[in-house]
C-alpha cells in the first residue's frame, strides 16, 4: 500500500491544475493517476487555437495550452503515472488502479480529487433509428483519428450537433479534404461560439440547419446517407420535411456526460441536472474528503474556467487535510444547520456549489450556472431567503454559455439564519 | 469430399457443427459473413425460455424445454455467461387471468418444471418495480438469460477444436446433386459433400428451395431493442414479460447476464432479409410499452438500440428433418424463438438424426470442454498480479467502459476462430459494448487489430465487407 | 452602395452586423452593440484573416501525425493554399512544440510551427 496525501484522479487540464494547486499550497505528495498514455487529456486532440486567453492572456491551441500546464505540474514535482486506470475508490480513499509494469496498485489518500472528466453522449442515448453500419464517429473520436494519428475517417460527411464540438469537427474535416454537406442542429439556435459558427462554417459555405435531427441511417456496411427532417418544438420530426444526403460519414456531437461511474460506486451524490457530483463551496463532495472539478462535476465550455475550478478544488483539498492535521475540522462539518443551500429560481438549470458552509468559505466565492433559455436583455437575481440582494443586468445569455457570479463572505454575514440562496433569471 | 457441410455459422448451426464434432466425420461449416454468430443469433432477447409459449407437442415446445435442461451444464463444459434468474408473466387485469391461466396449463403440458402462479402482492415481493397494477404473473423460475454471442462462439470454437472446419465471407450460390451427395458452389469456391445442414437462419428457404420443389418460405420479422446501461441493470431481477394480450405480445424487460437492462422486441413482417434497421416508431414502441409492467424505468440510461430478424416459416414450427424429394439434405430451419434457447437441442436432434442415417461412428479423443476468454476481474488480487506479471497486457485497460484489458483482446484475436473485426472482438469481449459505444476503445482497438492482423489500420473493418472504419489519410484528396 | 452582412464573433451575441462599402472603402457598419463589432466590421471586410490549425506526418513517432499551426494569422483565402502545402510533408521524430515545420507557407511570409511534442518511437 502507498500512501500520499492528494490523489487526483484523471490528467487532463482539470487534473493538473488541481494537482499544481495543492503542491503549491503546501501538500508534498501528490500523485495524478492517468489513464491515457499522456497527460493533458482531451486537450491533446483539440488542436485548434482559442484557449487560454484568460489564463495566459494568449491564444493556444489546445495541445499548447496542456503543454504548458504539463510544464508546471513537472516544475511542482507532481507525481503521476500514466496508462494506470483507476478502478476502484473506497469510501476511506483507498484507491485501487491497473498498470502493465506494477499491476493492481492500492493506494491510500489523505483527500481524492475527482477529475475524470466527460464523454460523448453516443447515438443509442438519442434513439436514432437506421442501420448500425460502420461510419458513425462521435465527433470526438473523429478528431482523435484525425488530429492525433492523421487518418481521415469519411469523405463525405454529415454532422448532427453543432455544439462547439461539432463546428470545429465540420472544419476540421474540411481542411483535410472531405466534403462536409451539412451540420444539422436539434435545438433553435446553435450550442456553439459564434466565432465557430462563422469561422467553421460560414468560411466553408457549410448549411446550418437548426431545429433538424437525422431520423434514418442509410447503409448496411458503410455509411451510404442519412435523412434530416426538421422537428417541431417538442424536438419531434416533422412529416413530410425529410430530406436525404449521401454520405458515408455521420458525425455526432450531441452532448458530454460527465464521467461518474467510479463517483457513484463510492456513494458520491450526483446532481441529476450536470449528472456530476453535488459539492460544497470547497468543491467538496457528499464523501468526506472528495473533492470534484472540472468536466466530471459540470461540463464546461472553456478549459480556462476548468483550470480556474481545479485550481480552487486543489487549495480546498490541501485546506482540508491542514484542517484535520491541526484538528481544525469538526467531525460534523457537513451537518445539515450549516448548509445552505443554492436552489435555481426561474431559468436557472443548475449551480455549481449546490450549497455553502458560511464557516468554510473564502472571502469570495464563484459560483457557475447555466440558463434554460437564451436571453437578450435579462437580469441576473440572487435572494438571500425572500430578500433581492443581487440584481445584475445581462445584455445576453444562453444555455450554450456559462454564467458565473461572485457571492462575498461579508454578504452572507449580514443574514445570520440565512435558510437558502435562489438564483433566478428576469426578462428586462 | 465432405461427410457433412453445414451452412451458417449461427448458434443453431454452430450447435449442430459441435454436436456432429462427437463423430468421426469431416465436417466444414460455410459462413457469408466475415465471423460467427452474425445474423439473428446477435441480436435477439437473449433469453432461456422455461418452455410454456409453444403449442402442446410441437418442436417448438420439445426443444425449448430440453434446450433449457441442457443448458447448465453446456454452459459449465463451454464457459459461456448463463444464469437461472427466472420469469415472470405479468398479468395487469382481472379479466385477463384466464389467459394467464392458459400459459400455466401449457407450461404443464410441456413438461416445465416448477411453474407457479403468483398474486399481486406476491409479484411484487419478488419484484419491487413492477407496475402497481400487477394483478398476477406467471412464474417460472427455470426460466434464464445467457449471452448469445458467448453461445454461438463457444460451440463454434469447441466444434473446431474438435476438426470441424470453418469458411467465412463464403456464400452459398446454388446447390446440385451428384452421385455422391452434393455440390455446392460459393463465392469462394464448390464445396463437395454427402450430406447438407440448412443452418441458413432468414435465408433458410433460399438454401432449401435450391434442393427440394417443396418449398420453404421464411418472412424475416424484425424485433427492435433498446439496451440500457448497468446503472440500470438491477432494475429487475427476473425477466419480465408482458401476457400476450389485445395489444399484441408485449415487450419483455430484462436484464442481461452482463448486468445490463434489455427492453424489446417489436414485432415487423418485412420482405428484406437484410432489414436490421431500428424505426422511429419501433424505438418508441419499445420505450413506451416497456413501461406498462414495469415502472420507473430510467430511460435516460438507454446507451444502444438495435434490431434483430427472426426466421419465421409460415408454418409457424421449427421444421427439422429431410426434405422427401432432397435426401441427405437436413433442414434446421424456421429457428425463432425460442431458438436461442432450443439450439443445444437441434444440435443434438440433428446429429442424432445423421449419426443413425449415415452411421457414425464416436471418437475417442472428443474434446468435449472449452475455456472462454479469461475476464481478469473474476479473479482474485494475488492471482490478477500474477497474471499481469506473466502477461503485461492484462494490465492495459482499453475498453474504460466496461474495463477490458489488452490481454483479453489479444486472447479474442488469436484464438481459433478469432476476431478480426471490431464487432468480433466486441462480441468476444464486450470491449465497447458499454456506455460510451466504443468512443474512446474504437482507435486503440484498431490498432491492437491492425499490430496484431499485420495489416493496415485502412484495412480494419467493423464487421468485414466493406465496413471499413478509415477512409484515407488527412489531405490525400488535396 | 455595397452592403455586405456578417454575424459578430467578438462576444456570444453575435451582432448581425451590416458593413456599408464604398469600393475598397468602409463607410459605416450598422447592427454592433459595441466598439469590438465596429472593429471586426471593417477588419473582415477588407482583410479578413485567421489562424490555421492542421496536421503533418510524422516519421519514427510514438504518434504518427503532429498538430501545427500557422505562427501567426494569414488571409483567408489563403487557407486552402496553406494546408495544400502541407500535403506530403513527412517530419522525423522527435518533434518539438514550438518547431518550425515549414517556413513561409504558401507565400504568407508565415511559418507552420509544430503545436505538440512528438518523442521518437
Redesign the interface.
Known sequence: MENYEIVVIGGGPAGLAAAISAKKSGMRKVLILERDRELGGILNQCIHNGFGLHTFKEELTGPEYAERFIRMAQEAEVEYRLNTMVMDISGDKKITALNKEEGLLEIQAEAVILAMGCRERSRGALNIPGYRPAGIFSAGTAQRLVNMEGYLPGREVVILGSGDIGLIMARRMTLEGANVKVVAELMPYSGGLKRNIVQCLDDFGIPLKLSHTVVDIKGKERVEGVTLAQVDEKGKPIPGTEEEYRCDTLLLSVGLIPENELSREMGVKLNPVTSGPQVSESLETSVDGVFACGNVLHVHDLVDFVSEEAEAAGRHAAEYIKAKREDRREPEAGSAQEQIPLETGEGVRYTVPSFVRPEYMEDSLKVRFRVGKVYRNCYVNVRFDEEQVIHKKRLYAAPGEMEELTLKKEQLAEFPQLKKITISMEEA | MYDVVIIGAGVTSTACARELSRYQAKICVLEKEEDLCCGTSKANSAIVHAGYDAREGSLKAKLNVRGNEMMEKLAQELDFPFKRNGSLVICLHEEDFPRLKELYDRGIKNGVRDLRILDGEQVKEIEPNISDQVYAALYAPTAGIVCPFGMNIAFGENAAANGVEFYFDTEVNGIIRTEEGWEISTSRGTFQTRWIINGAGVYADRIHNMVSGKNLHITARRGEYCLLDHSAGDHVSHTVFALPGKYGKGILVAPTVHGNLLLGPTAIDTENKEGTCTTREGLDQVLEKAGMNVKNLPMRQVITSFAGLRAHEDGDDFIIGEPEDAPGFLDCAGIESPGLTAAPAIGEMAAGILKEKMGLKEKADFISERKGILDPKTLDKDAYRKLIKEQPAYGNIICRCEKITEGEILDAIHRPLGAKSLDGIKRRTRAGMGRCQSGFCAPRTMEILARELQVDMADITKSGGHSGIIEGVNKDSL | MEKRY????G????CALTVNLSGQEVVSVEGN?CKKGKIYGEQEVISPV??????V?VEGG????V?V?TRADIP?EK??DC??A???IRISAPVR?GQTILFNVAETGVDIIA???VDAR
Open positions: 456578417l454575424t459578430c464573433i462576444c456570444p451575441m453575435g452593440t485567421r489562424t490555421v490549425t492542421t496536421t506526418a510514438k504518434l504518427p501525425a498538430s499551426k483567408k487557407i486552402f494546408v495544400r502541407l500535403k506530403g512544440m503545436t505538440k511534442t
